[in-house]
């Protein structure tokens, strides 16, 4: 299989943090990335996941999160000192960890995530409104909003993201048709399940989605497909893919951008995760009729870490993608640079084709 040549934009990275207004006075953005994408009318539209948190120091960790109030949810913060909590993980940035090993493990986010809107007429310079475009407001979001994904289906935008709370990372559904108003169809995969794409259109009588059913105890997080009638009930879930083994991709696999239509097949392009947690995109090209069926993958990487945007931040090492669209001979990506900005790749479709030997 070839390497594949890919076109970093110039301007990456597109937004930062610094181009974010907090949600509050109080918080600090600490990252803008992953990001769905559509086009709505002549404009380019990113619904990105912005990441805030309340100001953790070195000797304490504080986490935003919702909790019940008089019948309503509220963002409320709790401080956790360090030094009073030697049993605690402390050492990934996103999270702290009581292991097993002290009984029942136990996690807190140290950001609380979001869902905001970025507007663009070129598809580089973007506008990224003062506002929340949608707030979490359940308990199944109680810990967050991430990690959005927007599929056109006629007139209608259906925007599925993972909401996390302590019972694990679920995925919601929200649709819109003008991007003002919306409607909750609440929780369509209980957890764990996350990393959804839902396909653009019918394929034969019904809908299909991709995703990832997890729970670590026997084997690495794979990604499996199922169906639906209606986009709110899904069933007839089976094993769709495994992580190849190779070094980029030997340690877990999810999907990434909604999959796109070609004349040879559904495009997915998907992301891995090495052993140390280095994180890539693929791509793959899956049946038109049956899209369970993989033609084609990569066989190495079509995007990699290797800036220091990229490398370096949040989460370093990564690129993770959300979404693309798919122009006359050119798929453009936008992705996540290290948990805390958003970049912009872009591929002709002859090369994917090569890179996947179709």
Same mark, same amino acid.
């Given at each position: 299989?070839?390497?594949?040549?890919?076109?970093?934009?110039?301007?990456?990275?597109?937004?930062?943090?610094?181009?974010?207004?907090?949600?509050?006075?109080?918080?600090?953005?600490?990252?803008i990335?992953?990001?769905?994408?559509?086009? *709505?009318?002549?404009?380019?539209?990113?619904?990105?996941?912005?990441?805030?948190?309340?100001?953790?120091?070195?000797?304490?960790?504080?986490?935003?999160?919702?909790?019940?109030?008089?019948?309503? *949810?509220?963002?409320?913060?709790?401080?956790?000192?360090?030094?009073?909590?030697?049993?605690?993980?402390?050492?990934?940035?996103?999270?702290?960890?009581?292991?097993?090993?002290? @009984?029942?493990?136990i =996690?807190?986010?140290?950001?609380?995530?979001?869902?905001?809107?970025?507007?663009?007429?070129?598809?580089?310079?973007?506008?990224?409104?003062?506002?929340?475009?949608? !707030?979490?407001?359940?308990?199944?979001?109680?810990?967050?909003?991430?990690?959005?994904?927007?599929? +056109?289906?006629?007139?209608? /935008? *259906?925007?599925?993201?993972?909401?996390?709370?302590?019972?694990?990372?679920?995925?919601g559904?929200?649709?819109?048709?003008?991007?003002?108003?919306?409607?909750?169809h609440?929780?369509?995969?209980?957890?764990?399940?996350?990393?959804?794409?839902?396909?653009?259109?019918?394929?034969?009588?019904?809908?299909?989605?991709?995703?990832?059913?997890?729970?670590?105890?026997f084997?690495?997080?794979?990604?499996?497909?199922?169906?639906?009638?209606? !986009?709110?009930?899904? @069933?007839? +879930?089976?094993?769709?893919?495994?992580?190849? @083994?190779?070094n980029?991709?030997?340690?877990?696999?999810?999907? @990434?951008?909604?999959?796109?239509?070609?004349?040879?097949?559904?495009?997915?392009?998907?992301?891995?995760?090495?052993?140390? #947690?280095?994180?890539?995109?693929?791509?793959?090209?899956?049946?038109?009729?049956?899209?369970?069926?993989?033609?084609?993958?990569?066989? #190495?990487?079509? !995007?990699?870490?290797?800036?220091?945007?990229?490398?370096?931040?949040?989460?370093?090492?990564? =690129?993770?993608?959300?979404?693309? /669209?798919?122009?006359?001979d050119?798929v453009?990506? /936008? /992705?996540?640079?290290?948990?805390?900005?958003?970049?912009?790749?872009?591929?002709?479709?002859?090369?994917?084709?090569?890179?996947?030997?179709?």
């Amino acid at each position: 299989m070839e390497n594949i040549t890919m076109n970093r934009c110039k301007e990456n990275p597109l937004i930062t943090a610094g181009d974010v207004r907090p949600s509050r006075k109080d918080f600090i953005v600490e990252g803008i990335f992953n990001c769905g994408v559509c086009r *709505y009318k002549g404009e380019i539209l990113l619904l990105c996941r912005v990441s805030e948190s309340a100001g953790s120091t070195d000797s304490t960790v504080k986490i935003p999160a919702l909790t019940l109030k008089d019948g309503k *949810y509220q963002i409320d913060v709790t401080n956790i000192k360090k030094s009073e909590h030697p049993e605690w993980d402390f050492s990934d940035s996103r999270s702290i960890v009581l292991h097993a090993s002290h @009984g029942r493990r136990i =996690v807190y986010l140290t950001s609380f995530s979001h869902l905001r809107l970025a507007r663009s007429k070129d598809g580089i310079h973007f506008k990224v409104d003062d506002s929340p475009f949608l !707030l979490p407001d359940t308990y199944e979001e109680s810990w967050g909003m991430e990690d959005p994904r927007i599929t +056109q289906i006629d007139d209608t /935008y *259906y925007i599925n993201y993972t909401a996390v709370s302590p019972s694990g990372p679920a995925t919601g559904l929200i649709s819109t048709t003008d991007f003002i108003s919306f409607r909750r169809h609440g929780i369509i995969f209980s957890p764990e399940n996350k990393d959804v794409a839902i396909f653009p259109q019918k394929i034969g009588e019904s809908y299909y989605a991709l995703n990832r059913p997890a729970s670590g105890e026997f084997s690495a997080p794979d990604m499996w497909i199922c169906d639906s009638p209606d !986009l709110i009930h899904w @069933g007839r +879930q089976r094993h769709f893919c495994s992580a190849s @083994g190779r070094n980029w991709e030997n340690g877990r696999i999810g999907c @990434g951008a909604v999959p796109f239509k070609t004349e040879k097949g559904w495009v997915e392009i998907y992301h891995a995760a090495d052993s140390e #947690n280095h994180y890539s995109l693929g791509a793959m090209l899956l049946d038109a009729e049956h899209p369970d069926r993989i033609i084609a993958r990569t066989e #190495n990487p079509i !995007l990699t870490a290797d800036t220091p945007y990229e490398k370096d931040g949040f989460f370093s090492n990564t =690129v993770f993608t959300c979404g693309c /669209y798919q122009g006359e001979d050119t798929v453009v990506v /936008y /992705y996540g640079a290290a948990d805390d900005k958003i970049c912009r790749a872009d591929f002709t479709l002859n090369e994917l084709y090569q890179a996947m030997e179709v």
